[in-house]
């Protein structure tokens, strides 16, 4: 028997709480389905840079991880968004500002 799954709204709240208690600053950039949105995560390191995190399957383990999918100039990670966002339209993305990357994701598994 597969667990609850948390609606996407909850969730979204709890990490930008999250986020805030660490001082780290976010953005929901693209707000999407309140209940079953997948959830995109960029975190812009203020250089010019960033990551593209998202939550994908992990078969071995039947579990749903947390991923970095792409890294580098913030112009590709903001045109793979718009690819994802133009499959998805429920998807969220949430911008993080953090100069050494730290998202918190692994905190929120």
Known sequence: MSAARLATGIWVAAYLARLGQRTIPAYVIHRGDDTAGAVAVKSARLDGTAQLWLREWDFQTDL??????????????DARIARERA?????????????????????ME
């Open 64 to 77: 749903r991880q947390w991923r970095a999918v792409l890294e580098g100039p913030e112009r590709d990670i």
């Open 87 to 107: 499959q998805d339209r429920d998807l969220w993305v949430i911008e993080i500002e953090s100069r050494s990357g730290e998202t918190l994701l692994d905190a």
